[in-house]
């Protein structure tokens, strides 16, 4: 049965790999392409090319009146029966800046407003319009562990503080240094998690919300806006490690987030997927007295895109 899919982080990377797989094995699908410039009119041109129904709307996950705006387009359009009913919601995008100190367009610090605050927006946005059995996948990460055994050492791990003050810049010692930027990742990662559970109460029953792990996956487009260094190190050398069990390549963990999404991976809902199976996250991932105090600054913060 024809339903929508809506998507973030899809023109590049395992992001990339997932939208045609989930076309693939959901033909009937209409895919809602949301990116930045006119990498999404591209993919979308190439996606209807091979016969999949495909849309793209022009969206900055750095602005969130742009997500709002978005968001809005597609209620509009599925209000008036432009898309079919909506069933499943990706948030795939990310972002990892090497500092504290980036700013997003609305004065929020910028690995937080991508992680945490933009699909926040979409998900508040679009509840009322699921349909039953629906699903939405959050990618995450195993950085919110902040240990060796997830870690290897290639990411500083979380610093957990007052959500008001994650939300907002040098929320981290030396915030100018890329280990601040490291932290600000790994804790956006584990706020996004808090919010996942957060969400599974509060969704109603027939919408489920899943966080996905892709492990580490060389090559995607995660450091764009990383330094030069940084950038040449993940496309040169990084690409190595996948041929260890440290990481994925970008067709084995975007065909395990096509997975995800089409609901071939068995997950309830608020769980945590490493790579192919539920499991659990983090120990302290699970504290419903921080996911409720998360749950309510977000709210404060993204009310002026929600309401």
């Not at 009119?41 to 495909?54: F, I, M, N, P, Q």
């Not at 972002?95 to 998900?123: C, K, P, Y």
């Not at 990460?141 to 055994?149: I, K, L, N, T, V």
């Not at 996956?217 to 950038?231: C, K, S």
């Amino acid at each position: 049965m024809s339903h929508t899919i809506i998507t973030t982080g899809a023109t590049r990377g395992f992001g990339r790999v997932a939208a045609e797989r989930v076309l693939d094995g959901s033909p009937e699908a209409h895919l809602v392409l949301l990116a930045r410039g006119t990498a999404g009119t591209e993919l979308a041109s190439d996606l209807s090319r091979k016969g999949y129904s495909v849309t793209s709307i022009p969206t900055d996950l750095l602005a969130l009146g742009s997500v709002r705006d978005a968001a809005d387009e597609v209620a509009a359009r599925l209000d008036s029966g432009e898309l079919p009913r909506l069933r499943k919601l990706v948030g795939n995008a990310g972002a990892l800046f090497t500092n504290d100190m980036t700013q997003s367009r609305d004065g929020f610090e910028a690995t937080f407003a991508v992680n945490v605050l933009a699909n926040h927006v979409l998900i508040r946005r679009l509840q009322e319009r699921f349909e039953a059995a629906s699903r939405i996948v959050i990618t995450v990460s195993d950085a919110h562990f902040g240990d060796f055994r997830h870690n290897k050492g290639m990411m500083p791990g979380p610093s957990w503080t007052d959500p008001t003050e994650l939300a907002r810049i040098s929320a981290f010692p030396r915030p100018e240094t890329v280990t601040a930027g490291g932290i600000a990742y790994s804790t956006s990662k584990l706020a996004a998690i808090h919010l996942i559970h957060e969400y599974a109460r509060r969704l109603p029953s027939e919408v489920d919300i899943v966080g996905y792990n892709p492990g580490f996956v060389p090559g995607t487009g995660l450091t764009r806006e990383a330094g030069a260094l940084v950038r040449l190190a993940m496309r040169t050398i990084m690409p190595l490690t996948t041929l260890t069990p440290l990481a994925s390549t970008q067709q084995e963990a975007g065909r395990r987030l096509a997975d995800v999404v089409l609901g071939l991976t068995p997950a309830q809902s608020g769980s945590y997927v490493d790579r192919t199976s539920e499991v659990p996250s983090s120990a302290q991932s699970y504290d419903p007295d921080r996911e409720r105090r998360l749950w309510a600054v977000v709210e404060d913060l993204t009310r002026p895109f929600t309401s």
